[in-house]
T-cell receptor
Framework: DTAVSQTPKYLVTQMGNDKSIKCEQN?????MYWYKQDSKKFLKIMFSYNNKELIINETVPNRFSPKSPDKAHLNLHINSLELGDSAVYFC???????????????FGNGTRLTVT | QQQVKQSPQSLIVQKGGISIINCAYE??????FPWYQQFPGKGPALLIAIRPDVSEKKEGRFTISFNKSAKQFSLHIMDSQPGDSATYFCAASMMDSSYKLIFGSGTRLLVRP
């Protein structure tokens, strides 16, 4: 019954590896997001997709590539992992493109990525 | 101009006390101001939200006070409980092509029994 689910919950890997994080939402929402939360808890948007179309692409290294096979799924692939990529990555969804009173963000429980 | 500034960074309150977290913004085009609550190991969850045409919104023990002229809004938690201990984020967005919800830096609240 989880509305926004992401896997894995924990990911420990070595520098230089490639890894993926998967996200699925069962809310019927049109828009999905990836947020990064650093060690100081700061939340920063990375990407957003609306109906499988990339809308927001913040200043994120090219090593990060989102993929949306359908509007219920948004995956994040990271190439050549670096120590600085260690963070918690949150998937989120909303009913429509603009976060508003009628379209609040719903977050998953995060994936804690540790790069050693 | 897109920033939302949040204070304090951390807050300790005794059980039964009032917790107050403040946020300030610059962009007058913001038209949606939600607060999110995050428990350890969980994602942020919407707590309460307000539009700028309203000066106050109350839901149970949680109240948002909004001061449009000062470009500030705050979250008040009345009768704070240990179960309220969490990180709180204010945020803001606007109906324009940026399509972004801008978050404040977060406040870690600890309510002591």
């Amino acid at each position: 019954d989880t509305a926004v689910s992401q896997t894995p919950k924990y990911l420990v890997t070595q520098m230089g590896n490639d890894k993926s994080i998967k996200c699925e939402q069962n809310l019927g929402h049109d828009t999905m997001y990836w947020y990064k939360q650093d060690s100081k808890k700061f939340l920063k948007i990375m990407f957003s997709y609306n109906n499988k179309e990339l809308i927001i692409n913040e200043t994120v290294p090219n090593r990060f590539s989102p993929k949306s096979p359908d509007k219920a799924h948004l995956n994040l692939h990271i190439n050549s992992l670096e120590l600085g990529d260690s963070a918690v990555y949150f998937c989120a969804s909303s009913r429509s493109l603009v976060s508003s009173y009628n379209s609040p963000l719903h977050f998953g429980n995060g994936t804690r990525l540790t790069v050693t | 101009q897109q920033q939302v500034k949040q204070s304090p960074q951390s807050l300790i309150v005794q059980k039964g006390g009032i917790s107050i977290i403040n946020c300030a913004y610059e962009n007058t085009a913001f038209d949606y101001f939600p607060w999110y609550q995050q428990f350890p190991g969980k994602g942020p969850a919407l707590l309460i939200a307000i539009r700028p045409d309203v000066s106050e919104k109350k839901e149970g023990r949680f109240t948002i006070s909004f001061n449009k002229s000062a470009k500030q809004f705050s979250l008040h938690i009345m009768d704070s409980q240990p179960g309220d201990s969490a990180t709180y984020f204010c945020a803001a967005s606007m109906m324009d092509s940026s399509y972004k919800l801008i978050f404040g830096s977060g406040t870690r609240l600890l309510v002591r029994p």
